[in-house]
């Protein structure tokens, strides 16, 4: 085999590579960015379910987190399908009057039916916010994603997000700090906003 055909042949292997992405875009990010210096106590999810070392919200239209008298931040998680079935997330940041799949009432500002929310200890300060992306090459297909939030509050408090493998448009919450260093091991950090 000569040298032109060999390269032909891996230019052709090239070529066959299909790159799947799913970022966050501008907007996200700046509602991200308008997060910072602003308080967080409670985040609301249309259900929860616990596990041994960490705390998981599960749904579809998933966490609400208040962002001040007017406004929520709402967390979503999409699952998404390559065309060979390999899988990877959308995760979608979005700013709302109420809190998306929660009933609200926006008059007395308080929740009614079921809901699940989570209290942190008092009301804490956004510091920083980092953003992990994943990067995985599968047979003849590269994924690119999105991967996880991580919120660094006052009082050495981290709490971050990341997609449910077991549950398609699921996403966890997670307050471990041990259980957050071994879930992004496998990441790069893509983004970190001050």
């Not at 931040?73 to 079935?85: A, D, G, M, R, V």
């Not at 700013?95 to 804490?124: A, M, Q, V």
């Not at 920083?128 to 999105?146: H, Q, S």
């Amino acid at each position: 085999m000569n040298i032109r055909t060999l390269c032909e042949i891996i230019g052709n292997q090239v070529n066959n590579i299909k790159t799947y992405t799913s970022f966050l875009n501008k907007e996200q990010i700046m509602i991200l960015k308008s997060y910072i210096g602003r308080t967080v106590q409670i985040i609301n999810s249309q259900e929860r379910k616990p596990d041994t070392n960490r705390l998981i919200l599960v749904h579809t239209i998933i966490l609400a987190f208040k962002l001040n008298q007017t406004f929520f931040k709402i967390i979503k998680n999409e699952w998404l399908e390559t065309e060979h079935y390999n899988y990877y997330w959308k995760l979608t940041i979005e700013r709302s009057t109420k809190p998306e799949g929660i009933n609200y009432d926006s008059n007395r500002k308080c929740y009614f039916g079921p809901h699940y929310s989570f209290n942190l200890p008092r009301s804490l300060k956004v510091n920083k916010i980092e953003i992990y992306d994943r990067a995985e090459t599968i047979g003849e297909e590269i994924i690119r994603f999105d991967y996880g939030i991580i919120f660094y509050l006052e009082e050495q408090i981290t709490m971050a997000f990341f997609p449910m493998k077991s549950i398609a448009d699921g996403i966890k919450m997670n307050l471990d700090k041990d259980s957050i260093e071994d879930a992004i091991s496998e990441c790069s950090l893509r983004q970190v906003i001050m």
